[in-house]
């Protein structure tokens, strides 16, 4: 018998979920004691979004929007936000070492420094960047590496900067255009991947939140993924991985096609009821099967899950099972050591797929009736 991906818990009435401040603060307190900002960063941390200062400061900042009098260690998260985006990356960054997604450290940093300073100088740098990505054919086009996450960048801008539009949008009119010249048969590493961080869902997200007139062009896109979902709810990885269990987590599976879908619902009107449909099944995939064993994070973890279940009692459960408690005990009482070891490749304090920051986010969004995923649909 194979052995699950999954936990099953025999008895969820003996699980507890504090109030839900004490557990943020408590994650944000972690990290500035153990991941405080530094003067220089070492190339090998700097990850862009992914992993790194650039993506606690703008972990921080949205703390700081979303809770603007929240106190962590005696300072405003705007202060925390401002300390890690403003030590030294070193005189030799340069774009292209991850691709040109939210894990490149050169394009996430010019784009979060941009929007904490609000300096339009800052901007101007940032789409100095923008452009070479812009003059290389072969960067991908998904989300993580490729120009989908540059999307995402240029919106970050447009968002935080006020006055920047006219200087960020005919930058999104270009990368957006490559794009779709590029679809509708999008492919990375040889295989045309269906999911929010690799995939065509994921493509389709960045380019109708940041261009919603572009829906009419990736409807049929958004269609033909309806048309993919499994039987049981799921979708696969990849086109042509064929129909049997596969990954039930953010970056692949049932999880971030329903985040995904749920944002572009709005812009999708011939597609409601269909999307709707979906959404129901696929969260009865993620109740079945969504308790991760990996470490709870958000990228691949129950914390991603638990974000695309509805308010009420399984998101509820779900949050139980990953608060800093519960962990700690399932991890000391499984003897095989495989119940929610680290799942972060050895990055820790990733702000995406190590526990604290994950649990800092989840934490700050998880009473919203449509929570959004950082670094993804959260502006």
Wanted: aromatic share 8%; net charge neutral; proline share 6%.
């Amino acid at each position: 018998m194979m052995e699950t991906r999954y936990v099953v818990i025999k008895d969820p009435s003996l699980l507890t979920l504090a109030n839900t401040d004490t557990y943020l603060t408590a994650a944000l307190e972690d990290i500035v004691a153990n991941y405080p900002p530094r003067s220089r960063y070492p190339h090998e941390v700097l990850q862009g979004l992914w992993s790194g200062p650039t993506g606690m400061a703008y972990l921080l900042l949205q703390v700081s929007a979303h809770r603007p009098e929240l106190v962590i260690s005696g300072q405003p998260a705007f202060h925390w936000a401002q300390g890690y985006i403003s030590g030294s990356r070193g005189h030799n960054l340069r774009l292209g070492c991850h691709g040109c997604g939210i894990a490149d450290e050169k394009l996430a940093f010019d784009a979060v420094r941009a929007a904490i300073s609000k300096d339009i100088t800052h901007v101007r740098a940032f789409l100095s960047s923008v452009e070479q990505v812009l003059a290389v054919k072969e960067f991908p086009d998904e989300h993580l590496f490729g120009r989908a996450g540059t999307l995402y960048l240029l919106r970050i801008v447009r968002h935080w900067v006020p006055g920047s539009n006219s200087l960020v949008d005919p930058a999104i009119a270009e990368v957006s255009n490559t794009i779709l010249n590029n679809g509708p048969n999008w492919i990375w590493h040889g295989r045309r991947y269906l999911g929010a961080v690799h995939g065509d869902v994921g493509i389709v997200v960045q380019l109708v939140l940041t261009s919603p007139e572009l829906a009419p062009r990736v409807e049929p896109v958004v269609e033909r993924l309806l048309g993919m979902q499994l039987a049981d709810g799921n979708w696969p990885s990849a086109e042509g991985t064929g129909t049997g269990k596969g990954l039930v987590q953010f970056c692949h599976g049932a999880p971030g096609v329903i985040t995904s879908l749920l944002s572009l619902r709005p812009h999708f009107p011939a597609l409601q009821e269909k999307i709707d449909a979906a959404v129901k099944k696929g969260r009865e995939c993620i109740w079945l099967e969504g308790l991760l064993k990996k470490e709870p994070n958000l990228c691949h973890g129950i914390f991603g899950n638990a974000l695309a279940l509805p308010p009420g009692g399984q998101r509820e459960l779900f949050l139980k099972v990953a608060t800093p408690e519960n962990v700690a005990k399932m991890k000391a009482s499984d003897a095989t050591g495989k119940v929610f070891e680290r799942a972060d490749y050895g990055r820790s304090y990733s702000t995406l797929t190590s526990y604290t920051p994950c649990a800092a986010w989840t934490w700050l969004v998880c009473e919203e009736e449509d929570p959004k995923i950082l670094g993804y649909n959260d502006i």
